[in-house]
């Protein structure tokens, strides 16, 4: 059962939520927010199109496996975390480039590292579950 | 099974595997044995910090004791690696078999080299699980497997209790460095004595499977023969003894450490050599002299005369080289005919004289003949007994005579070989003999073996500074001929006495190979263990929700009921709350309400969410919007998923008894209540602000950020949240797996 309307406006509401949820991603350093936040946002954004139009759709859309998205978090966020280990600094030390406009770091590649993760984690899961109950 | 040459063709990439292992080996062997003239002075040592703040470092040392070691099993390993690739190369897996036998002559290396305890510890283990591998390469036979388990479960458990005996080492010496504990002098005044030394030869007797621990030896012979040869002839058997030798200055001298070792010693040494005459397969016979050669070593490390000791370490390295020569023979006439059964085999020097003739140089060391080094170790080991000893002895060395007869005397000599049970040679056709690598080791390890035989001298240095680790000024002397002493009248004996059970032997074997008590004793007990874990598993794991949830909360309304009727805490009872308050709070309780619906399932979700949103209200409020927007993250993915799973559930239907209903209401309510009046006891206390503040002081000028709860996620607590998304992450992969098997299984 499809409900047009809930597909229509899942269409809509989707990239709202991807934007809001990166809005909220690159905030949080300064302001609530934060790659955990931003990361479960664009997963309801994901769960509202799976609802509308089901896994096929969402997999289209997202256009990567939910776990190696997950991965590539991991990924970014082990990254950060050497970051700061050729000036010899200890894992996971933050790293700041000086520029006065883009405050660029290893904390924030570390931030979208967790948004990823969460992201993917959530997806794989919901993914599973639904696409679990269809067989 | 041996797999058969190929010969034709290029060498395969396995091959060269097994090769190329070869002249690793071969190069540590070099290496090791260049630094001889070094290490008789003073010990070579390697530092590298482990876990600092433990006294825990990566650390080796290489002394005359380890040197003795780490060539036997460089050099051995060799040859093994060569005659391993001769013998099955072609197995499909060969080249993870040479994978397997490269990490466990690695682990080894580690563990005789390691001068940190807990290093040592860990190569420790590391053999036990190498040799896991190992005996259970045959992996589709339920034999091996089985056999493999026992082998690792055995040791392993020594070596936990060997674990236990370390740490009191290093309690009792104040150190974990081999190097400074030897300094300190002994522990046997050590109040930790007693608990050590059960410990440690646990550890010991298990590793070198002393009776009653020694069934899982025999049994490790289902590994392929070059593993037979390697690991339980000449090296990891023997690391049992390497410890007891290491720690023999530390512990040696007490009546516990005399008798327990002179008792384990002597009783495996000769109840194994009664049983390798009775066995039928030669690998069998093979492993049982195996045990009564770690039994007499065990037996002479008890002492610490000069005479003992040295006895200990040259026959050490004199077994070392006679068995694993055997043992590759065995596997060569294994190769060419099929079978390992003593009756069945007969003649096959006909076909075979050049591995007659390796066999006859390794066992004629083994049965202790002149000019052979086993002559000289046989010598040393009545200089070194205790008189008491020397009969058991006796009788043990008559024993391994026949058995050395039987190994290299019965299947090469007399008729030609008639149909053999395996069917491998056609009726009246004469075996071949092997290929190089099978008889290279067999060769340069016997001819070591007759070497030192005729050349003690060569031997002398290394034993010299081995002895002088051991607080001793030199060894005893070597000599092919020491005088008409006792000694010589003793050996004589043997070989009459020897001579005579050889000709007895038949007729033994033909009495059965005696029953397998402590090897039938260990089934039961794993028995007994199944059974205790399944009828655990049954009470606890009863794998109803339900039940889980009762219990769960049943502990915990008691535990907490109980800890605050005790303490009776001053409770925050805040009737002057604002009303915003208590409208949030109406809508919460309203919400829990709805969850408690009896009959549908989405107004159950639909209520659990509306209790998750009460509560990010109630955070919102008290300024924490972070947790506030993930909490309302949360709940709305919760109730996805809820929805996505619950949904698909069959109707609620109420079957239970009322008794039972009521039951959960109680459980519930007392539950609830005891978590209610936790908080409340909490809240009358004003929180600690010591590490708030330091975040408050520290989150910009240090990281930068104003967030606070982001600062400490991303930067402060990064490694927490790392491991955390590690978590999330594996959760759901495992999650994803579990459902779409549970569907693959439905499907089937």
Known sequence: ?135 | MAQQESGQGGVSPARMAGYLAAAIAFAVFGLVLAQLERVSGSAILFDLDWAPSLGIGFSFLLDPLALVFAALISGIGGLIFIYATGYMGGHPQFGRFVLFLFLFMLSMLGLVLARDLITLFVFWELTSLTSYLLIGFAHDDPRARRNALQAMLVTASGGLALLAGFILIGTAAGSYDLAVILQGGGLQQSPLYGAILVLVLLGAFTKSAQIPFHFWLPNAMAAPTPVSAYLHSATMVKAGVYLLARLHPLLSGTDGWEVSLTLAGGVTALFASVIALRQRDLKQMLAWTTLMALGVLVLMLAQDTAAALTAAIAFLIIHALYKAALFMVVGAVDHATGTRDVRALRGLRRGMPLTAVLALLAAGSMAGLPPFSGWIGKELLYTGAIPLLVPLLLVSNALIFAVAGGVALRPFFGPPPGDLPSGALPSGALPHEPGWQLLLGPLLLGGAGLLFGLMPGLLQPLLDAVLRGFGLDHAAGLHLWAGGSLPLVLSLATFALGSLLFLAAPRLRAQGEGPRLADRLWDRLLEVFAAIAAWQTRVIQSGRLSRYLVISFTTLALVLGVTLAARRPALAIQPDAPLSLWLIAAFTIGGAGLALTPHSRIANIAGIGTVGIGVALIFLIFGAPDVAMTQLMVESLAAVLFGIALLRLPGLSERRSPGRRALHWLISGAAGLAVTLLLLAITAHPPDRQLATWFEENAFTRAHGLNIVNVILVDFRAFDTFGELTVVLLAAIGASALLKRRIGGARR
């Open chain 1, 1 to 135: 059962m499809r409900s047009p309307i809930l597909g229509l406006g899942a269409r809509f509401l989707l990239p709202l939520f991807l934007i809001s949820s990166l809005y909220i991603l690159l905030r949080g350093h300064n302001a609530p927010g934060g790659g955990f936040i931003g990361g479960l946002i664009a997963a309801l954004g994901f769960a509202i199109l799976i609802f509308a139009e089901g896994t096929a759709a969402a997999r289209r859309a997202l256009k990567i496996e939910p776990r190696n998205l997950g991965g590539i978090g991991l990924l970014c966020a082990l990254l950060a975390g050497f970051g700061a280990a050729p000036s010899g600094g200890a894992p996971f030390q933050g790293l700041w480039l000086a520029l006065p406009v883009l405050p660029l770091s290893t904390v924030l590649l570390f931030d979208i590292g967790v948004y990823f993760a969460v992201l993917g984690g959530v997806l794989t899961l919901i993914f599973a579950l639904e696409e679990g109950g269809d067989a």
